[in-house]
């Protein structure tokens, strides 16, 4: 019963900032790659960071390099993106992911959250 839940979504002004935290949950023996994605209406789903195990290797999409910033709290099992500078063409509903490994038994997951809505707009 892994799971991650998404929570900080909501409705904000252009310019303005979002922090999203996404937590993990259950049986977990050790999280590896955490990230964020984002689907905008009509789009694709696409990648916007991600961060290895040890929170120090990050990669961002284009789009969001300079105000976005991806960090992780591995005692929380939580990783966080801190929006800034936002734009009406990061409103999208975001989601969170992880590769992890179970408990028991022993087991690799991709995870995914279920998403948190970000609205930019005035």
């Known amino acids: 019963q892994v799971q991650l839940v998404e929570s900080g979504g909501g409705l904000v002004q252009p310019g303005g900032s979002l922090r999203l935290s996404c937590a993990a949950s259950?049986?977990?023996?050790?999280?590896?790659?955490m990230g964020w994605y984002r689907q905008a209406p009509g789009k694709e789903r696409e990648l916007v960071a991600v961060?290895?195990?040890?929170?120090?290797?990050?990669n961002y999409a284009d789009s969001v390099k300079d105000r976005f910033t991806i960090s992780r709290d591995n005692a929380k099992n939580t990783v966080y993106l801190q929006m800034n500078s936002l734009k009406p063409e990061d409103t999208a509903v975001y989601y969170c992911?992880?590769?992890?490994?179970?408990?028991?038994?022993?087991?690799?997951?991709?995870?995914w959250g279920q998403g948190t809505l970000v609205t930019v707009s005035s």
């Open positions: 259950g049986s977990i023996f050790s999280i590896n790659a």
């Open positions: 992911n992880a590769d992890l490994i179970t408990l028991n038994p022993r087991n690799f997951l991709k995870v």
């Open positions: 961060i290895a195990s040890g929170g120090s290797t990050t």
